[in-house]
């Protein structure tokens, strides 16, 4: 199968890397390989190496194939694994890390994976085509509970109504497919809100966050990636909502913390320093000519930062 993917800020997040020929890297979302091919071909063949992850078999296959006479390999794994599955390697340093969060087109355009309301099909959205999928949490989810992921991970201000709804109409049948899941987000929602614009995406993010703990991924990697960096190795993050965003930025605040004395104290006593510095100070966002020939671009926003010191006691 085809596994076609537009990369988004694809030279801006390679450069913003500063890739050395000789250096370890690593891509956490390998996805259909592009931004992988762009950090592979800076490599040196003899010196330089890439690791590239993915928790979607057909986004691994798809990869692979389009890195092959490359320095890269493509590992099968959640990207929150990629600690272990480099000391596997006998890898516990590298040059820099990217990850660019959310789901692919392909994943979007492939209708059978279940992941858009614009086709109808089979209720899924797994990413690695395992564990719980969109049907089970839609069909077996408390209202509390739909309710919950749908304000908290869609920011969908109508989340207690399209809850109660979803509850409601599986109590007649099953709720089998994204189609059926779409007419009841929009019955639920009021009429203006339905004529302005499609009402199903907050909710779709919000049950595809829940079906791929996709915070909770982000949440641990961002730890386990810095923590890998050697100083002067770089991490950089794509991410595509405000809740991706929100946690990058703060996450990257404090690593980018020293002092922790109380603010009153005369003079620092702590003695701790900054363990990272921004690479850029604001969001790097995609060019006019990207938005023009990729629409999904549009909410795109790159933030990277560089690893200054090993502890924060270092001098």
Not at 18 to 44: C, M, N, Q, W
């Amino acid at each position: 199968m085809d596994f076609e993917h537009i990369s988004v800020l694809l030279h801006e997040t390679v450069d913003s890397l500063g890739v050395k020929p000789d250096g370890i890297y690593v891509d956490g979302t390998a996805g259909g390989g592009g931004h992988s091919f762009e950090l592979a071909k800076r490599l040196d063949p003899q010196k330089g190496r890439l690791y590239s992850f993915d928790r979607d078999p057909e986004a691994v296959a798809a990869a692979g194939e389009r890195l092959k006479g490359l320095p890269a390999e493509v590992i099968h794994s959640e990207f929150s694994g990629m600690a272990e599955r480099l000391a596997e390697r006998g890898i516990d340093k590298v040059d820099g890390v990217m990850l660019d969060l959310g789901v692919s087109s392909h994943q979007l355009d492939a209708a059978e994976r279940g992941f858009s309301f614009h086709h109808d099909a089979p209720l899924d959205m797994r990413m690695s085509g395992e564990g719980i999928s969109a049907k089970d949490i839609v069909n077996g989810w408390g209202y509390e509970q739909l309710r919950t992921i749908l304000f908290d991970y869609g920011e969908e201000k109508f989340a207690p109504s399209i809850a109660k709804a979803i509850v409601a109409a599986r109590e007649q049948s099953p709720i089998e497919t994204t189609g059926e899941l779409a007419e009841i987000i929009k019955s639920a929602v009021p009429q203006k809100v339905r004529r302005e614009k499609n009402p199903c995406r907050k909710s779709f993010q919000a049950i595809r966050i829940a079906v791929n703990d996709e915070l909770g991924e982000l949440d641990r990697t961002l730890d386990t990636a810095f923590s890998l960096l050697r100083t002067g190795g770089r991490l950089a993050v794509i991410t595509f909502h405000s809740l991706e965003d929100r946690m990058v930025k703060r996450r990257f605040a404090q690593f980018c913390t020293g002092c922790t004395c109380p603010p009153d104290f005369p003079q620092c006593v702590c003695g701790k320093k900054p363990l990272g510095q921004l690479v850029m100070r604001k969001p790097v966002t995609a060019s006019q000519e990207e938005l023009d020939s990729n629409s999904r671009s549009r909410s795109a926003k790159l933030r990277t930062i560089e690893r200054i010191r090993y502890t924060q006691f270092d001098d």
